[in-house]
């Protein structure tokens, strides 16, 4: 079972506590913890969530800064991880393109943690931090380009940034947004979407149940049938 999430509304949970910005995604850091401990339990064995896309560069200095340093915290939770069985790793633009603008300190954390859980065996936690889906494919293309092969799709597929990834059997998006974004279009084909209303740091097990349940009622179905 592969979920994915489009962790969306930390902004408007906090304007509707008159919060700073930044306090929602410090809950949403919480609460993704929390998520990740609720699909454990519901042995799920991929979950992918958006932390931070390439149009996020965007957004107010203080707000990226912190949003950054969340993404530090978030892969410091290394002993937590381990205690789950969870094995984290990264989706994103590698941090040698001309583009990428990741800084040291978060690549470090990221690499740190990938390293400290690799052994892990239970659910892996695929966190895309500077990530976009359209620019993945373009670079999938480029690299079967490079390397020679007919473009086909089972040639992108494996040269996207993590040809692991399994296909996603459920989409969440939260807070009443009904779309897509620029995350993960190429692994998402036939999935299922689940939205909800409910804000990314409101998001409970309740509703990863039901989007469970939404993939499982798709299962079987031929992906072109989706
Ligand atoms: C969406 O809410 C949230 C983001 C783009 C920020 C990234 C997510 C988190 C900080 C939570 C998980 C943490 C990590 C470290 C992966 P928004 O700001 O777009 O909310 P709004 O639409 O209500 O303004």
């Not at 390439?54 to 290394?78: A, C, M, Q, S």
């Not at 603008?101 to 239970?122: L, S």
């Not at 895309?128 to 089972?154: H, K, L, M, Q, T």
Request: proline share 5%; glycine share 6%.
């Amino acid at each position: 079972m592969h979920i994915a999430c489009i962790m969306d509304g930390n902004g408007r949970w906090a304007t509707r506590r008159q919060l700073p910005r930044t306090a929602g995604h410090t809950a949403g850091e919480e609460n993704l913890a929390e998520i990740v401990r609720a699909c454990v339990r519901r042995r799920v064995d991929w979950l992918t969530v958006f932390g931070f896309s390439t149009e996020n560069w965007v957004r107010p200095r203080g707000e990226i800064r912190h949003i950054l340093g969340l993404h530090r915290k978030l892969f410091g939770r290394v002993e937590e991880l381990n205690d789950l069985d969870v094995r984290i790793q990264w989706i994103g633009r590698p941090f040698d393109d001309p583009e990428a603008r990741t800084p040291r300190y978060v690549q470090r954390a990221i690499e740190r943690a990938i390293d400290d859980t690799r052994h892990n065996k239970g659910m892996t936690l695929t966190v895309a931090f500077d990530y976009g889906s359209r620019a993945e494919i373009v670079d999938a293309a480029r690299r079967v380009i490079e390397s020679g092969e007919a473009i086909d799709e089972s040639a992108l597929t494996r040269h996207m940034y993590l040809p692991d990834l399994p296909p996603v059997d459920v989409l969440v998006r939260t807070s009443g947004e009904q779309r897509v974004s620029n995350f993960l279009l190429w692994q998402t084909q036939g999935a299922p979407f689940h939205f909800t209303e409910k804000t990314w740091p409101e998001l409970d097990e309740a509703e990863v149940d039901r989007a469970i349940a939404l993939a499982v009622s798709h299962h079987g179905r031929p992906t072109n049938d989706r």
